[in-house]
C-alpha cells in the first residue's frame, strides 16, 4: 500500500466514526422527543395535581419548556435502553450500506 490509499482509508474511518456518532446523537435526541416527550407530556396534562409538591403558576407556564429539555437528556443519556437499541440496529443497516459498492453514475464519499 502506498501512502495515498493509507490516507484515504484513515480519511474514510474517520468520516465513518464521525458519521456513527452524530447518528448516535441524533437517535438520543430522537428517542428523548418521541418516547420521553411524549411520557412527560401526558404527566404535564394529567389531572393529579395536589395542593403540595406543586410548582403553581410557574410551573404551569414554563413546564413544557423544561420537559422538553429533560426528554432530550433522558434520551441521548440512557445506556442500554430503547435508544441504544435503536442505534445498534442503524449502526448494523449502515455499515451493510457502506460496503455495497456504489451504483453507476454515483461517486462514493
Known amino acids: 500500500m502506498n501512502a495515498a490509499s493509507v490516507s484515504s482509508v484513515t480519511d474514510k474511518a474517520m468520516r465513518v466514526g464521525h458519521d456513527l456518532e452524530q447518528l448516535k446523537d441524533v437517535t438520543g435526541r430522537v428517542v428523548g422527543s418521541v418516547f420521553y416527550g411524549t411520557m412527560l407530556k401526558m404527566m404535564r396534562e394529567s389531572k393529579l395535581k395536589g395542593p403540595y409538591g406543586h410548582g403553581g403558576r410557574g410551573e404551569d407556564v414554563f413546564a413544557a419548556q423544561l420537559h422538553g429539555i429533560l426528554a432530550e437528556r433522558m434520551g441521548s443519556q440512557t ?28 461517486v462514493q464519499r
Open 79 to 106: 445506556k442500554g435502553g430503547i435508544a441504544d437499541a435503536i442505534y445498534q440496529h442503524l449502526q448494523k443497516q449502515q455499515s451493510l450500506i457502506s460496503k455495497q459498492p456504489a451504483p453507476l453514475g454515483e
